[in-house]
């Protein structure tokens, strides 16, 4: 199930990616295009995971996106 969860998750990624550069002209669309997403989640974790959840889920996001100063890594998701 683990194995193709991460299918899963591989495809969304790469469809989401696929989807930004086709309707984004520039950088600055792209940093909207996140901002929309980012909402997105949010309203998705809160119907389905409630407030608490929810903010822990993004507590854990910005520990892991402040580990990224550290490594830089290219890709920092799974793909």
Do not use: W
Not at 15 to 30: G, N, P, R, Y
Not at 31 to 47: H, M
């Amino acid at each position: 199930m683990i194995n193709k969860n991460i299918k899963k998750l591989q495809y969304y990624i790469q469809d989401v990616e696929a989807l930004v550069d086709e309707v984004t002209a520039s950088s600055d669309d792209q940093l909207l295009f996140c901002a929309a997403l980012v909402s997105v989640v949010r309203n998705i974790y809160l119907t389905n995971l409630g407030v608490e959840q929810t903010n822990m889920i993004f507590e854990q996001l910005a520990q892991n996106l402040s580990m990224v100063d550290d490594f830089h890594p290219s890709k920092p998701t799974i793909h």
